[in-house]
């Protein structure tokens, strides 16, 4: 019997850690298609919560291409700061750049 409570201990300790750890949330659908990167997080969170990021990601444009289209959707109602709007059109412009007219677009980022 002794030699089964040291055994026992060890298991609660480790089911208790397990239970102990919160679960990450769930990313929204379609988030595997933004590349990791600067703002990632930030993009996924704050353009998630209006639409899907399918959008986002079939979209090619340039530094300037992509801070008016997130000072469209601030303007809209995109909850963040200026500077967040500006960290999210950095990680976009990066991510997502402008292609050459009719050149395919990059794969998408798949884990």
Known sequence: MRSFLPALAAALLVAGAA???PAAA???PGANLLPPGDGRDLAVRTCSAC???EIVAQKRLDQDGWYEIVQMMHDRGAQGSDDQ???IATYLAKAFPATAAGAAAPAAHKP
């Open 26 to 28: 769930p990313e929204p």
């Open 85 to 87: 709007m500006a960290q």
């Open 51 to 53: 639409h899907a990021l």
């Open 19 to 21: 239970v102990a750890q």
